[in-house]
């Protein structure tokens, strides 16, 4: 099994957010498939380490993520059999995706460049997203005459709607940071030179709030779309049942009756 070069995905914590950059500016960080498991890797320690209370994913140089790196990527298409490419689709792009999603932790994205295919789409599987004012977002796929993956026609219509995900994905026309902050798939667009700052001012505020409830906040919200209100409301009620036994709930609370601002402590 092959090993990435630690210098290919930089990784550090810092007032408790980790910081996850893709490190390949000369490939516009297109993702190959050991920096994969190598971010997924780090999500899963994020999620499980309670030094931990956010995340960002951010990346080095112009580009933010070009997709996947397709040089060596798989068996050439007269070798394959029927399964290869869903195996790989399963076990690649979607495992990373869904690394996002299922984090514990709040992830921010912070965009400073191009980000393109499933560089689009792990931005947008993130809870919040900054992005640098040259960055731009495609749906490349069908440039190369490719059906969008990575979740991208799970994550889009639930974004922008329907009607506005097929426009994005038939063309695949670049979207400025500008519009896709009016389009609602961007939280703020700010000057290239403010990103980093920016992002680590929303994320140390992020890892100062209640770091349980946020967890328990994003999974009601990344479910609300998949089903019915019953199912919405049972599960709110139990993640708030769940929320209330932790000590941060109960700071939250006694703050509030003492008329003081809350110490949160991620538990």
Known sequence: ?????EDEVLHRTESNV???TLNRPAAMNAVTWDQRERV????GEASADPAVRAVVLTATGKGFCAGADLRGGGAPAAERVAGDVARMIRLGAQR???????CEKPVLAAVNGTAAGIGAHLALACDLVIAAEPARFIEVFVRRGLVPDGGGAYLLPRLVGPQKAKELMFFGDALPAADAERLGLVN????AEELEATARAWAERLAQGPTRALALTKQLVNASLDGD???ALAAEATAQEINM????A???VASFVERRTPKYLGR
């Open 245 to 248: 036994t932790t000590a941060d």
């Open 96 to 102: 990373l995706i869904t690394a996002v999603l299922d």
């Open 188 to 191: 703020k667009v700010v000057p």
């Open 40 to 43: 997924i890797a780090l999500l």
């Open 1 to 5: 099994m092959s090993r990435i070069p």
């Open 229 to 231: 209100r019953a199912t």
């Open 18 to 20: 980790a910081w996850i």
């Open 250 to 252: 109960n700071e939250g």
